[in-house]
């Protein structure tokens, strides 16, 4: 057993009454994330996402979860006001079955780091209407085991996308050059 640890868990409340599908937490988000910072808009690097069902006036905000390198084995559906709804339409995950939560140019998951470095993530701050809001808690918990750094969750990704020998030779390269 490990020991007992206080940590702060981080995370955005998503209320879908309040969301008027605006997508200004996707442009917030992505250029959050541009290379450099705020150079470029593109809502295909954003770690948010909207699902939308414009016949109900239903906007849903769904924020970029962990990588899953197998594809789920249900498919289950979520009725929602009487309207039937996919599971991945709603999933946060990044997996093989589709290309939602990934690098357009690189195809590496994406995942929600809650704009890292900044007081709140951009997407709350922008969130007009207040469907998104930011939440710290203090929970306690036992120590375990080193967690999987997203150095190894990319690099994991890339092995399952080209194999372990072309990512190794592009690593090889690549340091020989620095």
């Not at 150095?151 to 340091?175: C, D, F, P, W, Y």
Request: charged share 25%; proline share 4%.
């Amino acid at each position: 057993m490990g020991n007992l640890l206080t940590t702060t868990v981080k995370s955005i409340k998503v209320n879908i009454d309040k969301c008027i599908g605006c997508r200004a937490c996707e442009v917030a988000c992505s250029g959050f994330h541009a290379t450099p910072k705020y150079s470029s808009i593109n809502p295909e690097r954003s770690r948010i996402r909207m699902h939308v069902d414009e016949l109900n006036d239903m906007y849903v905000p769904v924020l970029a979860g962990y990588y899953s390198a197998a594809e789920c084995s249900g498919r289950h559906v979520y009725v929602i006001e009487g309207k039937n709804y996919s599971e991945c339409s709603l999933c946060r995950s990044s997996c093989s079955a589709r290309s939602l939560f990934k690098e357009p140019d690189s195809a590496l998951p994406l995942t929600c780091d809650m704009c890292e470095g900044g007081e709140e993530p951009m997407c709350v701050k922008v969130c007009g209407p207040g469907a998104l809001t930011y939440i710290e808690e203090e929970k306690e918990r036992r120590e375990e085991g080193a967690a999987v750094s997203e150095v190894e969750i990319g690099l994991q990704s890339m092995i399952h996308r080209h194999g372990l020998q072309k990512v190794m030779n592009t690593i090889a390269r690549i340091s020989k050059k620095d």
